[in-house]
């Protein structure tokens, strides 16, 4: 069995999602230039994807980034305070979206879990990280992992 998603593909998908959801245009996510970089005081989003492959696909980002990112997506002046619950809402939406797409990519992979967010993901055990792509939204660092279960098997 299979456990490639090509880079481009993962591309592509966030490119679609950032365009329609956050910016309403195409251009303003890109491949970012050179290594993965490190993010700093880091926010996650992640699905959970159930099937014949199981696995999950992660969104990691600065916390600003992320606040930006709730702002664009909800709609709200770029002064507004963000609250922790519609930073979890449409940063975990672009999680669900993202991951939902990536997803289709995947042999059976029949369900998607919830979204959930946090300052760290939890470990998800017999998984290996089989993509990692950064991006540059705006020239702010976001990293795309897609985490596949060798143990086989979902819900």
């Given at each position: 069995m299979s456990t490639?998603?090509?880079?481009?593909?993962?591309?592509l998908i966030a490119r679609d999602?950032?365009?329609?959801?956050?910016?309403?245009?195409?251009?303003?996510?890109?491949?970012w230039e050179g290594g993965t970089p490190a993010v700093e005081e880091p926010v996650h989003a992640w699905v959970d994807l159930f099937g014949e492959l199981s696995g999950r696909a992660v969104l990691t980002?600065?916390?600003?980034?992320?606040?930006?990112?709730?702002?664009?997506?909800?709609?709200?002046?770029?002064?507004?305070?963000v609250s922790h619950d519609d930073l979890v809402d449409a940063f975990g939406e672009l999680a669900n979206v993202v991951g939902g797409n990536i997803k289709a990519l995947m042999p059976d992979a029949a369900k998607l879990g919830l979204p959930a967010v946090?300052?760290?993901?939890?470990?998800?055990e017999g998984a290996l990280r089989v993509q990692e792509l950064a991006?540059?939204?705006r020239g702010?660092?976001?990293v795309v992992e897609l985490?596949?279960?060798?143990?086989?098997?979902?819900?």
């Open positions: 490639d998603v090509a880079t481009d593909q993962v591309l999602v950032f365009a329609s959801m956050i910016d309403g245009e195409d251009g303003h996510l890109n491949a980002t600065a916390t600003s980034t992320a606040h930006d990112l709730a702002r664009a997506l909800l709609g709200l002046p770029a002064d507004e305070e946090a300052d760290t993901v939890p470990l998800l991006l540059s939204w702010r660092a976001i985490w596949v279960l060798l143990t086989g098997g979902g819900q």
